[in-house]
């Protein structure tokens, strides 16, 4: 079974500041996929950042990178320089084909405030 | 450009009336999903669409239908609305199914926010 725990239900940052959402994940399987999601208040959610289990250097996009610590089971999501509009859920989730296809697993969920 | 839409945004239903909520794409892809968030809770998978074949999440109840008539659209039924079925649904594609990496990526509509009165 695939588990994504995420343990901060809630976190707040000064803008322009950097922060970083805690993702803690357990598998059994070899090869997998990790994925960020951000949900604003509108209710849809946005492809963030995608690292995969073989991937050598951790990803970025943009402000958004990950700090995939590979034996330690952790995909934590770094945000830099903060804006008002990050404010929103951010969802951790992992895929691995071996166990679930192509669904994706969720964790709980964090919520970033973004304080001015 | 939207490429999963859904329609409407915010749907209030009747307890126990019938009510359908619909998902189109413009992507062409071979996998729809449904899936129902609550509250500060993560979404949950109700079922999925490989092609034309339908796949149940094994916890999920018989109240929750779907259909899915053609690549561009899926409906989800939900057959006697109970209080405990207000929820943001949230539709979603992927590619294809059985693949793993950065093509397993999921494109969500905007969802739909159900209330029942």
């Known amino acids: 079974a695939q588990k994504i725990t995420q343990t901060q239900p809630g976190m707040f940052v000064q803008e322009k500041e950097a922060v970083t959402l805690d993702c803690t994940y357990d598998?059994?399987?070899?090869?997998?996929?990790l994925f960020w999601y951000k949900q604003p208040s509108s209710g849809e959610m946005i492809f963030l950042i995608y690292?995969?289990?073989?991937?050598?250097q951790n990803a970025t996009e943009g402000r958004y990178s990950l700090n995939f610590q590979k034996a330690r089971k952790s995909a934590n999501l770094v945000i830099s320089a903060s804006q008002l509009g990050d404010s929103a859920m951010y969802f951790c989730?992992?895929?691995?084909?071996?166990?679930?296809?192509?669904?994706?697993?969720f964790g709980e969920g964090t919520q970033l405030t973004v304080n001015p | 450009d939207a490429m999963v839409i859904q329609n409407p945004r915010y749907q209030v239903t009747q307890f126990g009336k019938p009510v359908t909520l619909s998902c189109s794409q413009t992507?062409?892809?071979?996998?729809m999903y449904w899936y129902q968030q609550k509250s500060s809770q993560a979404p949950k998978l109700l079922f999925h669409?490989?092609?034309?074949?339908f796949n149940n999440e094994a916890d999920t109840p018989d109240n929750f239908q779907s259909r899915r008539p053609n690549t561009s659209f899926c409906f989800l039924d939900i057959r006697s609305p109970g209080l405990g079925d207000a929820a943001m649904y949230l539709c979603?594609?992927?590619?294809?199914w059985g693949i793993g990496g950065r093509l397993a990526e999921a494109f969500f509509g905007q969802g739909t926010r159900l209330t029942v009165v």
């Open positions: 979603a594609t992927s590619r294809d």
């Open positions: 598998t059994s399987d070899p090869s997998y996929g």
């Open positions: 690292q995969g289990s073989y991937d050598q």
């Open positions: 989730a992992m895929n691995s084909v071996e166990t679930s296809g192509s669904r994706l697993t």
């Open positions: 992507l062409n892809h071979n996998v």
């Open positions: 669409y490989y092609d034309k074949d």
